[in-house]
Protein backbone atom coordinates (compact mmCIF):
# COMPACT_ATOMS: atom_id res chain seq x y z
CA UNK A 1 0.00 0.00 0.00
CA UNK A 2 0.99 3.44 -1.16
CA UNK A 3 0.56 6.44 1.60
CA UNK A 4 1.15 10.36 -0.04
CA UNK A 5 1.21 12.89 2.74
CA UNK A 6 1.01 16.61 1.14
CA UNK A 7 2.27 19.65 3.30
CA UNK A 8 3.29 23.27 2.59
CA UNK A 9 0.07 24.75 1.98
CA UNK A 10 -1.23 27.33 3.33
CA UNK A 11 -2.56 31.41 2.79
CA UNK A 12 -0.37 33.65 0.74
CA UNK A 13 -0.92 36.69 -1.31
CA UNK A 14 -1.04 37.23 -4.84
CA UNK A 15 2.23 37.47 -6.30
CA UNK A 16 3.79 35.34 -3.39
CA UNK A 17 5.17 31.96 -3.74
CA UNK A 18 4.47 28.26 -1.73
CA UNK A 19 6.47 24.91 -1.93
CA UNK A 20 4.18 22.22 -1.78
CA UNK A 21 6.06 18.39 -0.52
CA UNK A 22 4.77 14.94 -1.09
CA UNK A 23 5.81 12.37 0.82
CA UNK A 24 5.86 8.87 -0.71
CA UNK A 25 5.58 5.56 1.46
CA UNK A 26 4.94 2.34 0.88
CA UNK A 27 5.94 -0.07 -1.89
CA UNK A 28 5.86 1.95 -5.19
CA UNK A 29 5.95 1.24 -8.59
CA UNK A 30 8.97 2.09 -10.83
CA UNK A 31 9.24 3.64 -12.98
CA UNK A 32 6.48 5.98 -11.96
CA UNK A 33 4.83 9.38 -13.16
CA UNK A 34 4.01 11.92 -9.86
CA UNK A 35 1.65 14.65 -10.19
CA UNK A 36 -0.17 17.20 -8.25
CA UNK A 37 -3.74 18.31 -9.22
CA UNK A 38 -5.86 20.58 -7.70
CA UNK A 39 -9.30 21.70 -7.30
CA UNK A 40 -10.97 24.30 -7.09
CA UNK A 41 -14.85 25.32 -5.34
CA UNK A 42 -17.38 24.18 -8.15
CA UNK A 43 -14.32 23.05 -10.56
CA UNK A 44 -13.07 19.60 -11.44
CA UNK A 45 -10.13 18.78 -10.51
CA UNK A 46 -7.50 19.27 -13.10
CA UNK A 47 -3.74 18.63 -13.54
CA UNK A 48 -0.95 20.95 -12.45
CA UNK A 49 2.29 19.47 -13.46
CA UNK A 50 3.83 16.01 -13.45
CA UNK A 51 7.28 13.92 -13.32
CA UNK A 52 8.54 10.95 -14.31
CA UNK A 53 10.78 8.73 -12.36
CA UNK A 54 13.42 10.25 -14.42
CA UNK A 55 12.81 13.49 -14.11
CA UNK A 56 10.85 14.20 -17.51
CA UNK A 57 8.04 17.15 -16.60
CA UNK A 58 5.31 18.75 -17.89
CA UNK A 59 2.68 21.44 -16.74
CA UNK A 60 -0.31 22.97 -17.42
CA UNK A 61 -0.52 25.78 -19.27
CA UNK A 62 -2.23 28.20 -17.09
CA UNK A 63 1.06 27.47 -14.52
CA UNK A 64 3.99 26.93 -16.80
CA UNK A 65 6.63 29.59 -16.25
CA UNK A 66 5.20 29.97 -12.68
CA UNK A 67 5.20 26.44 -11.19
CA UNK A 68 8.10 24.13 -10.81
CA UNK A 69 7.38 20.48 -10.29
CA UNK A 70 10.81 18.56 -8.80
CA UNK A 71 11.66 15.43 -7.02
CA UNK A 72 14.42 13.15 -4.99
CA UNK A 73 13.79 9.33 -5.45
CA UNK A 74 15.94 8.95 -2.64
CA UNK A 75 13.31 10.46 -0.36
CA UNK A 76 10.19 9.20 -2.73
CA UNK A 77 9.36 12.79 -2.60
CA UNK A 78 8.11 15.31 -5.09
CA UNK A 79 7.56 19.28 -4.54
CA UNK A 80 5.75 21.58 -6.27
CA UNK A 81 7.31 25.20 -5.97
CA UNK A 82 4.84 27.98 -7.35
CA UNK A 83 5.58 31.23 -7.51
CA UNK A 84 3.96 34.17 -8.91
CA UNK A 85 0.75 33.15 -7.52
CA UNK A 86 -2.98 34.41 -8.06
CA UNK A 87 -6.13 34.22 -6.67
CA UNK A 88 -7.42 31.54 -9.19
CA UNK A 89 -4.67 29.10 -8.49
CA UNK A 90 -6.63 29.16 -4.89
CA UNK A 91 -7.41 25.05 -4.79
CA UNK A 92 -6.92 21.95 -2.40
CA UNK A 93 -3.54 20.96 -4.50
CA UNK A 94 -3.42 16.92 -4.60
CA UNK A 95 -0.07 14.75 -5.24
CA UNK A 96 -0.67 11.74 -6.85
CA UNK A 97 0.90 8.20 -8.22
CA UNK A 98 0.89 5.75 -11.24
CA UNK A 99 2.83 3.71 -12.72
CA UNK A 100 4.68 5.48 -16.08
CA UNK A 101 2.42 5.05 -18.75
CA UNK A 102 -0.94 3.64 -17.02
CA UNK A 103 -3.87 5.81 -17.95
CA UNK A 104 -5.01 6.59 -14.26
CA UNK A 105 -3.42 7.50 -11.19
CA UNK A 106 -3.44 5.07 -8.58
CA UNK A 107 -2.50 6.55 -5.12
CA UNK A 108 -3.53 9.86 -3.79
CA UNK A 109 -2.96 12.12 -0.87
CA UNK A 110 -5.35 14.09 1.15
CA UNK A 111 -4.71 17.11 -0.48
CA UNK A 112 -3.52 20.63 1.31
CA UNK A 113 -4.88 24.14 1.22
CA UNK A 114 -3.00 26.67 -0.98
CA UNK A 115 -5.46 30.25 -0.58
CA UNK A 116 -4.55 32.77 -2.51
CA UNK A 117 -5.56 36.43 -1.35
CA UNK A 118 -5.68 39.37 -3.89
Known amino acids: QVQLVESGGGLVQAGGSLRLSCAAS????????MAWHRQAPGKQRELVAS???????SYAEAVKGRFTISRDNAKNTVYLQMRSLKPEDTAVYYC????????????WGQGTQVTVSS
Open 51 to 57: ITSGGST
Open 96 to 107: AVKRLGGVQYDY
Open 26 to 33: GTIFSPNR
